[in-house]
């Protein structure tokens, strides 16, 4: 999943913060534009404070609402960036080619918006409407997400800021780059609005 900042919230650190139950979640706490704290420091803070699996939970709850957009209901530019997003995906992964939607996804928490999402256990690639108003956004979301496909595919995780993560996404943007680079989708690159 790729996130983006939300607009500025002003929070306090409480109502940024949870409790750390497994220091490996605290990628994907710091992804949802939290932070972990240690279960001691729970006495130092007021009010009622999630855990990280809480957090990651709601998230994933709220990631289920994913509601894709028939490509016949995108406008043209939106459907010429489809049809580039979903070319460049079969040159990367040619054999195991996974699906390419644009969606209305929600925000993975309170503090992020989602521009993208892959899904493990379908191997769907989701593109955030917004993403798609710019060819550029687009392939910045695509090669993200083909990065957790491949990720999951090698390593059978695909969380967010990890080095198998950051390797997947070099490997990725180096063959879209050499898929440009040939000319192998120069007719769908005319149609695209950067």
Do not use: C
């Not at 999630?50 to 995108?74: A, F, Y």
């Not at 503090?111 to 493990?120: E, I, K, L, N």
């Amino acid at each position: 999943m790729i996130v983006t900042n939300a607009p500025p919230q002003v929070l306090s650190t409480e109502e940024s913060t949870v409790i750390r139950t497994d220091s490996r979640l605290d990628n994907m706490v710091k992804h949802l534009g939290y932070r972990s704290v240690s279960p001691s420091s729970r006495d130092k803070l007021s009010g009622t404070i999630l855990t990280d699996r809480e957090l990651i939970g709601t998230s994933q709850e709220r990631l289920r609402g994913v509601k894709i957009i028939p490509d016949e209901r995108l406008v043209v530019p939106f459907r010429n960036h489809l049809d580039l997003s979903r070319a460049l995906t079969r040159k990367v992964f040619p054999h195991a080619t996974p699906s390419v939607h644009v969606a209305i996804i929600p925000p993975a928490s309170d503090r992020v918006r989602t521009a993208g999402m892959y899904s493990t256990a379908t191997g769907e690639v989701y593109i955030s409407l917004e993403m798609m108003e710019r060819g550029r956004s687009m392939v910045d979301t695509l090669v993200h997400e083909l990065a957790h496909h491949r990720q999951y595919r090698t390593y059978h995780e695909a969380e967010d800021l990890t080095p198998a993560h950051a390797e997947s996404m070099t490997q990725i943007a180096a063959a879209v780059i050499e898929a440009v680079a040939k000319g192998e989708v120069d007719d769908l690159l005319k149609e695209v609005t950067w």
